[in-house]
C-alpha cells in the first residue's frame, strides 16, 4: 500500500471513530512535557538519547499533540569519532489529533490519528546546546553519517481502561493500547493503580510492548532489529503547586533493540495547565 493510500485509509478510519457514541469529558487544558533517558530519576541510563518535548491540548473530549524528538544511538558505545553506532540518529516531528470517551463512568475510550516525520528540523541543536551546557563533546557531526532517510509516517491508535475502586483512596484499572500505522504495529496491555492523598498522587503501572515491526528504531542506515516484545513497569507522582498541576513518571523497560538486554530507564515531566 502506497503512502497516499495509507494515509486516507487511516483517515477514514479515525472518522469512523470519532463518530462513534458515548459522553465527552468537559473540560480544557494545555500540557508541556519532556522525556528523557540522558537523566534518568533513578538510574543514569544515556541507554538511546531519547529526548522528546511537546505539548498537549485537551478541550470537550478532543485533544492534540505536537511531539518533538530525538532517537541517537548509546552513547555509551557511541563516544567518539571512530564508534560505531547501534541505530541511527533521527530527528522527528509527531502530530497527534484524537478523542477521549466515557462509557458508564468506568470506561474510557481513547482513538486518535497520527502523522511521524523525519527529517532535519534543527531540533539535534538544542541537544549539541545542552551537551556544551554540561560540558560534553558535540554529538552533530558524528551522528550526521548514520541519520536515517527523511520519510513520513501515519497511522491510528487508542486506548480501552476498564476502572474500579478497591478502597476509598485507592483506584485500579486494566486495559490495553494498540497503534497500527505504516510505521509501527503495537498493542500494549497493561495493569495500573493510584493512591490518592489530596495533597499528591502516587501511581504505578505494568505491561508490556507487543511489537510487530518499527521502521524508527530499523531505520537505515544501521537497520538495527527492534524487540518484540518489551516488558514495563512505571512509577508516578501528581501534585498540585503554584496553582497548577505537575507530574513525574520513571519507566523501566527492556530496550527497544533486540541487541541489548541492559535495563533502559526514561523520565518524564510536565505541567497542566487548567484553562476552565
Known sequence: MNFRRWVSFCISVFLILINVGSSIKAEESITT??????????????????????????????????????????????????RVANRSFGEIIMLTYGASREYKENIE?????????????????LQDLAHKILGLQPVNHVNDLVRMPNETWAGVGGLYRYSFKSAVNISQSVGSQFY???????????????????KYILSGEIGFNLIQFDKIISAPPI???????IPYIELGLDFEYLGVNWFVRDRFSLPTLAAD???????????EFNLE
Open 180 to 198: 497500527l500505522g505504516n510505521d509501527k504495529v503495537e498493542i500494549a496491555p497493561f495493569f495500573s493503580g493510584e493512591i490518592d492523598y489530596e
Open 33 to 82: 512535557y519532556f522525556r528523557n533517558d540522558s537523566v534518568n530519576g533513578l538510574k543514569i541510563s544515556d541507554a538511546y538519547e531519547t529526548h522528546n518535548m511537546g505539548v498537549l491540548w485537551k478541550s470537550d473530549g478532543f485533544f492534540f499533540e505536537l511531539d518533538l524528538g530525538i532517537v541517537s544511538p548509546d552513547m555509551h558505545i557511541y563516544k567518539n569519532q571512530y
Open 109 to 125: 475510550i481513547d482513538y486518535y490519528f497520527k502523522l511521524r516525520s523525519s527529517g532535519t528540523y534543527g531540533i539535534d541543536n
Open 261 to 271: 538486554d541492559k535495563l533502559f530507564g526514561v523520565l518524564s515531566a510536565g505541567i
Open 223 to 229: 537497520s538495527a532489529d527492534h524487540r518484540e516484545v
